[in-house]
């Protein structure tokens, strides 16, 4: 650190110090007598200005700042998962057990322990040479993840010394390297990254698998891929943060990353006391052994809330530099916002729409744009998909945070005010709703699920859209006015929101597995045709709702698949039954008698 300016005012969160000329852009400070960390958003001769990470209350003019050498970055090794970070990278644990339950403002605490040892695996030997992204050793940071350590970007060269097999301690170096101009470079145990620079890729990749979630609506209707953008927008209440944490818990992502960005304080307690006692569906373990938690809360200063997200995407980008699929949860991306809307404020900057800053596009864009399914430097292939809640007033998708995100994402979940207060949940409006990636893992789907997927989902989704005008002639002249085949579009739909759509994020069904979703989607589909044509021919609506078998059918999603026989027996019942109501009826017919 070097010696540099005075503060000359303080407004909030934003400083201005005089004496920076020596100074870069994005670099960090440490300002006043406390030595609270900032970062420089803005160069003009001889003065900064500069956002301030922590709370600013009795700093004063004339204060020193004094200068870092780098911008804010994140460190990056084994020991992140299963951590708590706050929004610029610091470890809430460690925090805890120096400071107690009240952190003092200046801490200065290592991201991660640099005397922490691991078992270090070497992957090559004297004399070999490795680019940058080359996996170098391995280190098991938890028993479901393998934690690869890479040469850094940038840096080649032939290996002159590599540790040897056994526990070392995270400060170490792993490797020293001297490349082609006979420089001597190293490779270390934990690096630092620049969280608001990307990390570089060999190639991007079409996103043509799915993210599978077990939530039979998004990977039914709405699918996202590995590699994809997500946003789930609601009012207060629609369950915005419950689906995340359904995705956290059941997508399968070899990585989960969440970002709780200004979120009550409750609602990030929920997820701190949940995440470390939940059991890893695929392997029996704990989550937190494949999770990094990013908590900052509304009552945080507003300058860390801006920062979480790059200090999470930085994370998730050093993961799928290994090869991992990483799913990113990102709730809110509101508060985000609002923090750009501050800090712009603050800063006398012109606002837009609604006060936000006229780079508030550009900001999503750049968030959202380092997702993305990628070759890697070394060659292997991973993915990051992100899924941003958007939290807009009085739930007005029209608002600008919504609007300027739709312009960025391929995949939809709207949350429907109406689905919530009827206790329907997951509240995704199959309306509003939509998802651009249906092309693109189709093929997935149908070699790997089942083949009928694409038609089951199109006439799925059609029947809903049919349902949808249907309901309002419902209300405003009753049902019995409609003709058969309209009723049965009415009954089918009710069964699929019911039955189909509606899941709980307790309990058994909690998790549905795609053949299950497909299955009683099939059931459901076969239904409706197969009533269709009977309708057709003159047969009533009525003999068929009074089926037992259609009773089943809307229970059809609380049993297990480990038994996939009931399904298919419930499907030859109903067939059967369906089968003996058009003989009945033709019997009827031939015999010219009235049943009563």
């Keep these: 650190m070097r010696a540099a300016g005075r503060i000359v005012s303080v407004n909030g969160p934003v400083l201005r110090a005089s004496g920076m000329r020596e100074f870069s852009m994005r670099e960090m400070v440490h300002a006043g007598k406390l030595s609270l960390l900032g970062e420089i958003i803005r160069l003009d001769g001889d003065e900064a200005v500069i956002q301030v990470f922590e709370e600013t209350a009795g700093l004063r003019t004339g204060e020193p700042v004094v200068g870092a050498g780098a911008p804010l970055s994140m460190s990056l090794g084994p020991g992140l998962l299963g951590s708590i970070f706050d929004g610029i990278g610091r470890p809430l644990r460690k925090l805890l057990e120096k400071e107690g339950s009240f952190v003092s403002r200046g801490v200065n605490i290592p991201q991660l322990d640099p005397d ?8 090559g030997k004297v004399g070999d040479v490795v680019t940058g992204g ?3 050793a391995t280190v098991r940071e938890t028993s479901l993840v393998e934690h690869r350590i890479l040469t850094p970007p ?4 032939e290996i002159l010394s590599i540790l040897p097999a056994g526990f070392h301690r995270g400060s170490e170096t792993v490797a020293r390297l001297r490349d082609g101009r006979g420089r001597e470079r190293v490779v270390p145990m934990i690096t630092s990254w620049p ?6 890729v060999a190639e991007r990749l079409l996103p043509d698998e799915p993210l599978l979630t077990g939530q039979r609506v998004i990977d039914g209707l709405f699918p996202l891929s590995k590699g994809g953008v997500s946003a789930i927008p609601g009012g207060f209440g629609t369950g915005k943060t419950v689906t995340q944490h359904q995705l956290a818990k059941w997508s399968d992502a070899h990585i989960v990353v969440y970002i709780g960005c200004g979120e009550r304080g409750n609602e990030m307690t929920q997820v701190l006391e949940e995440f470390p006692v939940l059991e890893d569906p695929r392997s029996g373990k704990p989550l937190m052994e494949r999770t990094v938690l990013i908590a900052n809360t509304s009552n945080m200063p507003v300058a860390a809330r801006e920062a979480s997200i790059y200090t999470g995407i930085t994370i998730a980008e050093y993961y799928r530099d290994m090869g991992y699929d990483v799913a990113l949860m990102a709730d809110s991306t509101s508060r985000w916002a609002e923090a750009l809307r501050e800090i712009s404020g603050r800063l006398g900057e012109i606002p837009a729409e609604e006060g936000f800053p006229a780079y508030l596009p550009t900001r999503i864009a750049e968030f959202y744009e380092r997702a993305g399914k990628v070759t890697t430097l070394g060659g292997t292939r991973g993915s990051i998909s992100i899924i941003g809640a958007v939290s807009p007033p009085g739930g007005d998708f029209t608002e600008p945070v919504t609007r300027h995100t739709k312009r960025f994402i391929r995949c939809f979940w709207a949350l429907d005010q109406q689905l919530a207060r009827s206790r329907h949940f997951p509240a ?5 709703s939509y998802s651009e990636y249906g092309d693109e893992v189709k093929t997935w789907y149908e070699a790997n699920v089942d083949a009928a997927w694409t038609s089951l989902r199109d006439r799925a989704r059609a029947l809903l859209a049919e349902d949808d005008s249907i309901q309002q002639i419902i209300r405003l002249v009753g049902e019995d006015v409609l003709p058969d085949d ?3 579009t009415a009954l089918t739909a009710s069964l699929l929101k019911n039955g189909y759509l509606q899941q709980g994020a307790f309990g058994p069904d909690s998790y549905c597995p795609p053949r299950k979703g497909i299955a009683i989607l099939d059931i459901m589909i076969g239904f409706h045709e197969r009533a269709k044509g009977m309708i057709a021919r003159g047969c009533p609506l009525s003999p068929l709702r009074k089926m037992d078998e259609l009773v089943e059918l809307a229970h059809l999603r ?3 698949w480990d038994k996939p026989e009931a399904f298919d027996d419930l499907k030859r019942r109903l067939v059967k039954r369906m089968m003996e109501i058009d003989r009945e009826r033709l019997a009827t017919r031939a015999t010219g008698s009235v049943r009563l």
């Design 116 to 123: 922490a040892s691991w078992d270090v695996t070497p992957l």
């Design 486 to 488: 309209q009723k049965l």
């Design 154 to 157: 940038g840096v080649e060269g």
């Design 195 to 200: 969280v608001r620079t990307a990390r570089p």
């Design 134 to 136: 080359t996996p170098i």
């Design 558 to 560: 609380e049993l297990p």
């Design 428 to 432: 995704i409006s199959w309306t509003d």
